[in-house]
Each structure stands twice: as C-alpha cells, then as structure tokens.
Nanobody, 119 residues
Framework: QVQLQESGPGLVKPSQTLSLTCTVS??????????WSWIRQSPGKGLQWIGF???????VYSPSLLSRIFISRDTSKNEVTLQLSSVTSEDTAHYYC???????????WGQGTQVTVSS
C-alpha cells in the first residue's frame, strides 16, 4: 500500500524559504496516472491546494501562490519536495502531501506536518 510521510523544519523565519519533503513508500512517483500534491490547512481558512507534480515531472501551481512555489522530485529517492519562498506569518499552516488521481481525487494522504513562520 502507498504511504506518504512529510518531513522538514517546523519553524521558518519570515522572508526565508519553506522546504518540505514527501517520502513515498509502497509505490513509485513515476507511475502513470498519479499526481503528487501539496495541500495546507490553517485555522479559519480550511484546506488550500498548493500544487502538484505529475508522474512525468510536469507541475501545476495554485495561481495565488504561483510566484513563490517550486515543486520538484527525486525519482531515485522516491521523494517530492515543496519549496515556498518569501514566507510570512500567513503561510503558517499544517502541510500535507497527497496522491491524486486523474479526476482530482485524493486517494492517499500523509499525516501532515505543522510549519510555523515566526521570528
């Protein structure tokens, strides 16, 4: 079965870059038909989709975060990475990675990791 695990620093200073890694086990990130997404949740805002990277390496980002987002992958390690630059307190949230199907359905989720932006 596919399992996802988020990891990275829980505290990031304003203006710096937030970097998180999603380690995938039980399946390959290059398998056709799957897309690897990042989603975040903060109090009062609900879930916000950030972007995804597809099995072929293509990426799609949320328009509201487009200029600050970079999603990449390391196929040898079966990992997907999120980088969010120029962070502010508004980026404080619980961050998740999830496997998405071709119909924008999220089949598997990691447990998530809390990221706080503070000086």
């Amino acid at each position: 079965q596919v399992q996802l695990q988020e990891s990275g620093p829980g505290l990031v200073k304003p203006s710096q870059t937030l970097s998180l890694t999603c380690t995938v086990s039980g399946g390959s990130i290059t398998t056709n038909g799957y897309y690897w997404s990042w989603i975040r949740q903060s109090p009062g805002k609900g879930l916000q989709w950030i972007g995804f990277i597809g099995h072929g390496g293509n990426t799609v980002y949320s328009p509201s975060l487009l200029s600050r987002i970079f999603i990449s992958r390391d196929t040898s390690k079966n990992e997907v990475t999120l980088q969010l630059s120029s962070v502010t307190s508004e980026d404080t949230a619980h961050y998740y990675c999830a496997r998405m199907g071709s119909t924008w359905s999220f089949y598997s989720w990691g447990q998530g990791t809390q990221v706080t932006v503070s000086s």
